[in-house]
């Protein structure tokens, strides 16, 4: 009977040893995913201050300088933000002759796309 105790005691320790080694992983790929999201929001915003914020209020705060331009942060009131990543990649074209047509690569239009949620 006692080593059956122990038996099951070693037992008992490996799989709260892997049970804790499992959890410790799945800790590290949530923190690796909101790193990569992370950075993916900071390209996004990079990429949209170079080419929008000459007429778009691109952060959560600050006006447009071109008053007809949408804010950013309201986009997601009156598009579906994911829907955009076809016009992104494509290149946008609007009704107006003000807005110069743009195309982004998809690794841009993804940065972007996680960036305009960001501001939701």
């Known amino acids: ?3 059956s105790l122990r038996l099951t005691q070693r037992r008992t320790v490996a799989l709260t040893a892997l049970a804790l080694a499992l959890s410790g992983s799945l800790a590290n790929t949530s923190a690796l995913a909101q790193t ?3 950075a993916a929001v900071a390209r ?17 705060s600050d006006a447009s300088p071109l008053a ?4 950013f942060r ?3 009131k009156k598009y579906n933000v994911e829907g955009l990543a076809e ?11 003000d807005m110069p047509t743009f195309a982004f690569d998809p690794p841009d239009v993804d940065a972007i796309i996680q960036y305009l949620k960001s501001l939701e």
């Open 44 to 60: 996004g915003l990079a990429i949209v201050q170079d080419n929008c914020s000459r007429c778009h209020a691109v952060s959560s």
């Open 36 to 38: 990569s999201r992370s």
């Open 1 to 3: 009977m006692g080593r």
């Open 87 to 97: 016009a992104l990649a494509e290149g946008i074209v609007t009704g107006h002759s």
């Open 68 to 71: 007809k331009a949408p804010p």
């Open 74 to 76: 309201e986009l997601h």
